[in-house]
């Protein structure tokens, strides 16, 4: 059974002041003007994709996405994002990576349809963790590691 299928009517409650802990902490190191376009990869319920810009979120869970009450959102893997090159000046993804079918893959994508900047939190736990940021390693250019408790969040350019 899909994890997400199990947890997602109560994943705010479950999650919420942990996700809203790295929204603060990217938000303080990151800087978006109300005029740029963001793409939130994983945005699940919304939590992640309260920023003052136009955002656009993907998740492909389903049963994450009925709980998100934002008007921007997709049924899209990161692995195969629906966008052309170059359309966003920023793009997030918190705390999904490990959940990515091909973390590769879709850091691949990430950086294609991305401008520019890019903020990553990784859970320390995951035992992908080690795979992952050796990905952004070589994908971006790591400006910042923030220390998020659960996380370390990556602020990374090309």
């Known amino acids: 059974m899909d994890f997400y299928k199990i947890i997602s009517a109560g ?3 479950l999650y919420g002041e942990e996700q809203r802990i790295k929204i ?3 938000k303080k190191n ?3 003007t109300n005029n740029e376009l963001l793409l939130d990869v994983g945005c699940g319920t919304g939590l992640s994709s309260d920023f003052n810009c136009k955002v656009i979120g993907i998740d492909p869970s389903m049963d ?3 709980q998100n009450d934002k008007s921007n959102k997709i049924l899209a893997k990161a692995e195969n994002l629906p966008f052309k090159d170059r359309t966003f000046d920023k793009i997030i993804s918190i705390s999904s990576m490990h959940n990515f079918d091909d973390f590769k893959k879709g850091m ?5 349809v991305g401008k520019k900047d890019f903020a990553f939190s990784i859970l320390k736990r995951s ?4 795979a992952i940021e050796n990905e952004i390693n070589k ?3 790591i400006l910042k590691i923030i220390d998020g408790k659960k996380d370390w969040i990556f602020i ?3």
């Open 11 to 13: 994943y705010d409650g």
């Open 64 to 66: 994450m996405i009925v």
């Open 139 to 141: 994908n971006f250019e």
């Open 108 to 112: 691949e994508e990430i950086k294609r």
């Open 30 to 32: 990151f800087s978006i």
């Open 24 to 26: 603060g902490i990217i």
């Open 127 to 130: 035992s992908k963790f080690g």
């Open 156 to 158: 990374c350019t090309l």
